[in-house]
């Protein structure tokens, strides 16, 4: 065990959160990390409500453990995943890529437990005082669409700046970085590019091989002039980005080049053409584990590392 205010908010074993990753973090993901003690997350992406139903209607089979729903915020049918998730008692539910503090009263009124994801101190200041349960504090170390601050730098400042727990989030994939989560103040982590080279994970071979290969520096960032920037594992998709964004092409035509590449990659295969999200930690993955041993080494590297820590410091 270890003892935080995430395992007793959430009802879990390990103070361990799935990321929410489009298309990724199906039930099948979801269930196999609350069977192994964490928090399971199935994301919403940007799919219609009918479509998410179904995903929490199966991980309900898959395990009798809390389970979330990440909410992507930008999704055109964010009203309609809000109404699903009221409608299904869903737990616990993440936000990613915007501010919930709309849906909030409703959410508070029927006991769903909300951890927005802030990129900064202001933001997660303004959602403790409308009701968050906790925050989770995510770096631009992070895969998909990111804020500007290491996580590093942010996860202490919010975790001075809020009374409700933080979980750190963007860079971490094993012991030491749950043990580093720790060390700067959370009292959990997310972990998602780790997760997706989970067996239990249904993402594309081809897309589970280029997190396996990926180096320290093989990610990119692009979309910084459309606003949304969004790290992405290199490739062909990645520099059209880059050539474009130089060129100063307009933010409308980068979008519509983005769209619908994340499927194609982590569905189709396809990760010349497709958007292959991961973070700056894919390095640092070199296996493919189920979740029950990810979550199981990542508690025992965390002790043991504590342990050698707690010799150096005597
Ligand atoms: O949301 C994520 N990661 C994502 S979402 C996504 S889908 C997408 N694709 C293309 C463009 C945009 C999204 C892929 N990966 N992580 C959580 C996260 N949230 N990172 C940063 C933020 C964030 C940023 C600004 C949260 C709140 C925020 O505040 C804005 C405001 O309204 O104050």
Redesign the pocket.
């Known amino acids: 065990m270890i003892q935080s205010r995430i395992c007793s908010l959430l009802d879990i074993q390990y103070p361990i959160i799935q990321?929410?990753?489009?298309w990724v973090a199906t039930a099948e993901l979801a269930a196999a990390v609350s069977n192994a003690g964490g928090l399971g997350i199935i994301a919403a992406?940007?799919a219609p409500a009918a479509i998410i139903k179904n995903e929490i209607e199966k991980v309900k089979k898959l395990t009798t453990k809390p389970y979330g729903v990440?909410v992507?915020?930008?999704?055109p049918f964010v009203d309609e995943i809000m109404a699903l998730i009221v409608e299904e008692r869903v737990p616990v539910i993440?936000?990613?890529?915007?501010?919930p503090g709309k849906y909030m009263p409703t959410l508070k009124a029927i006991g769903t437990k909300v951890i927005?994801?802030?990129?900064?101190v202001?933001?997660a200041q303004?959602m403790e005082r409308i009701g968050a349960d906790a925050v989770?504090a995510?770096g631009t170390e992070?895969?998909?669409?990111?804020?500007e601050l290491t996580t590093m730098v942010l996860v202490p400042q919010v975790a001075d700046a809020v009374s409700i727990p933080v979980i750190a989030?963007g860079g971490i994939a094993d012991g030491r970085g749950l043990l580093a989560g720790l060390a700067l103040g959370a009292e959990g982590i997310q972990v998602?590019t780790r997760f997706i080279c989970a067996e239990e994970c249904i993402a594309h071979d081809r897309y589970k091989d280029a997190v396996l290969k990926a180096k320290d520096r093989d990610t990119v960032v692009t979309?910084r002039s459309?606003g949304?920037?969004?790290?992405i594992v290199k490739n062909k998709l990645s520099k059209e980005f880059e050539k474009l964004e130089k060129s100063g092409a307009n933010p409308e035509l980068l979008?519509n080049l983005?769209a619908g590449r994340?499927r194609l990659s982590v569905v189709e295969g396809d990760v010349d053409q497709g958007?292959v999200?991961a973070g700056q930690i894919a390095g640092l993955v070199k296996e493919i584990k189920s979740c029950k041993e990810i979550v199981e080494e990542m508690v025992e590297e965390a002790r043991k590392q504590y342990a050698a820590m707690a010799s150096i410091m005597k």
């Open positions: 990321g929410g990753m489009a992406g940007n990440n992507m915020l930008l999704s993440t936000t990613g890529a915007g501010n927005p994801v802030v990129p900064s202001a933001l303004r989770i995510e992070a895969g998909g669409h990111i804020g989030a998602g979309g459309t949304h920037p969004v790290r979008e983005g994340l958007s999200m």
